[in-house]
């Protein structure tokens, strides 16, 4: 007698593992806001962004550490610290490259001068930036309503391919570390995101 298959339903109210990506961020508004757009529009993954007071290097890592000492990361989970090069000291982003290398599912994106060099990339090529300065300035021409924060409407998926395009072309060869001069790693982060898993 050939035996009856079982059909295995899953539970209501259960959810299918969502790819978890761990961001530990320097700004307490705009990089939240951003990632918080991407988590949006792609629905496979889910994004936790930790922000704080402390916005230096040391303390982006350590908001890390504390989290990671808290809540354990599944093997398809990652974990990235993003920073802007602003004005910090080559010893001080050495300990958080030093911590992206301790696993393959930890990272760290950098942008230089800062993370709105990456937001202007969503517009334009990004060339002849002399400072974060200068990159407010003409990352308003685009978005007159920056200081506020990330406007979603203007913020679309292929802007977003875009800008991944042009942050590539500037990272040739690719950065072993981060880009001494005017770039952004962040789009091998946020590559990742929207890779589908």
């Known amino acids: 007698m050939a035996s009856k298959r079982r059909i295995f339903h899953r539970p209501l109210g259960e959810r299918r593992y969502k790819k978890l990506f761990v961001i530990a961020v320097e700004g307490t508004k705009t990089?939240?806001?951003?990632?918080?757009?991407?988590?949006?529009?792609?629905?496979?993954?889910?994004?936790?962004?930790?922000?704080?007071?402390?916005?230096?290097?040391?303390?982006?890592?350590?908001?890390?550490?504390?989290?990671?000492?808290?809540?354990?990361?599944?093997?398809?989970?990652?974990?990235?610290?993003?920073?802007?090069?602003?004005?910090?000291?080559?010893?001080?982003?050495?300990?958080?490259?030093?911590?992206?290398?301790?696993?393959?599912?930890?990272?760290?994106?950098?942008?230089?001068?800062?993370?709105?060099?990456?937001?202007?990339?969503?517009?334009?090529?990004?060339?002849?930036?002399?400072?974060?300065?200068?990159?407010?300035?003409r990352l308003k021409k685009h978005l007159p309503d920056y200081e506020k924060g990330v406007d979603h409407h203007k913020v679309r998926r292929e802007m977003i391919l875009k800008a991944i395009k042009r942050a590539k072309e500037r990272d040739k060869p690719p950065c072993t570390d981060w880009p001494r001069k005017c770039g952004t790693t962040v789009y091998r982060l946020v590559e990742n995101i929207l890779r589908k898993r």
């Open 31 to 137: 990089e939240p806001q951003y990632f918080a757009l991407l988590s949006e529009q792609h629905s496979i993954v889910k994004i936790h962004c930790l922000k704080g007071s402390r916005s230096s290097p040391i303390g982006v890592l350590k908001r890390m550490q504390n989290y990671l000492k808290q809540e354990s990361l599944q093997k398809s989970d990652e974990a990235w610290l993003v920073v802007d090069k602003d004005d910090w000291t080559e010893n001080q982003l050495h300990q958080l490259l030093k911590w992206s290398k301790i696993s393959d599912n930890y990272g760290m994106a950098l942008s230089n001068p800062n993370f709105e060099y990456w937001m202007l990339l969503h517009f334009e090529d990004g060339h002849r930036i002399a400072n974060g300065r200068e990159c407010l300035i």
